[in-house]
């Protein structure tokens, strides 16, 4: 989908409409449960920031960091599930997955 | 075509477990309380780090203890007379006024941490120095 010059793909769209909901949640007060939303908010940007600059036949890996990292967002605090996410992607360069 | 999916999903999950035990492990040693701060003490763990690989190699039919426990336990200790006054000195580390015979007593609170120097004094005894680490 194009907005002016720039395109966005699904995946991006989701993930601008899912960091509209979360800020709206933090604005408004709104429950989610287990997770917190501050926490859920920073991941989605950063997931963003790293969407864009993969290119997208690299979907699938992305999609599945992208559920591990949110899953382990319940059981470790923030700062290494941030370091999980970019060693990660180190590991995905290192190993020829992206 | 499915072979080379299935060799990319082994390397997906290869990698990402790989980077969770590498953030599980090295994430509390490597900066401070869950903050980007980097913890500067890592080196100190790590110089000490052979020596803990080895004191668990050569006490392996032995209880588990850490290497700070090895260590602690190799503080000489006595028993002060009684009524002795302290002074702090140091962070955790107090020393208490000579008695009759010129003897100096040094206390030291649970969980201060201290480096372990060794000296080589002129008459050649090495003799071991702790330091407390503020």
């Known amino acids: 989908m ?12 989701f993930l601008i409409v899912a960091s509209f909901l979360l800020g709206l949640a933090l604005l408004f007060g709104w429950e989610i449960w ?65 | 075509m499915n072979k080379l999916k299935q060799s990319i999903r082994v390397k997906i999950i290869a990698s990402i477990s790989m980077a969770f035990v590498l953030t599980y492990l090295i994430s509390g040693s490597l900066f401070i ?25 050569s006490n392996i039919f032995q209880p588990k203890q850490s290497l700070d426990e ?5 503080i000489p200790r006595v028993s002060p007379p009684a009524g002795s006054s302290y002074a ?10 000579p008695d009759a015979n010129g003897e100096r007593f040094i206390k030291i609170e649970k969980g201060t941490r201290l480096r372990i120097e060794e000296i080589t004094l002129d008459d050649g005894n090495k003799v071991k120095v702790y330091v407390p680490i503020d």
Do not use: C
């Open chain 2, 70 to 74: 090895t260590l602690t336990a190799e």
């Open chain 1, 34 to 98: 287990w997770f917190d939303k501050q926490v859920l908010l920073t991941l989605v940007i950063l997931m963003l920031i790293t969407k864009g600059l993969l290119p997208a036949i690299h979907n699938e890996a992305f999609f599945i960091l992208g559920i591990v990292t949110i899953f382990l967002t319940l059981y470790l605090p923030v700062f290494h599930v941030v370091i999980f996410y970019f060693l990660s992607f180190l590991f995905f360069r290192l190993l020829k997955v992206i």
């Open chain 2, 33 to 57: 309380d869950n903050s980007p701060q980097f913890n500067a003490r890592i080196f100190d763990t790590l110089q000490s780090s052979p020596g803990a690989l080895f004191a668990s190699i």
């Open chain 1, 2 to 13: 194009y907005f002016g010059p720039f395109f966005f793909d699904t995946k991006e769209i």
């Open chain 2, 88 to 97: 702090p000195i140091a962070k955790g580390v107090y020393a208490s006024e």
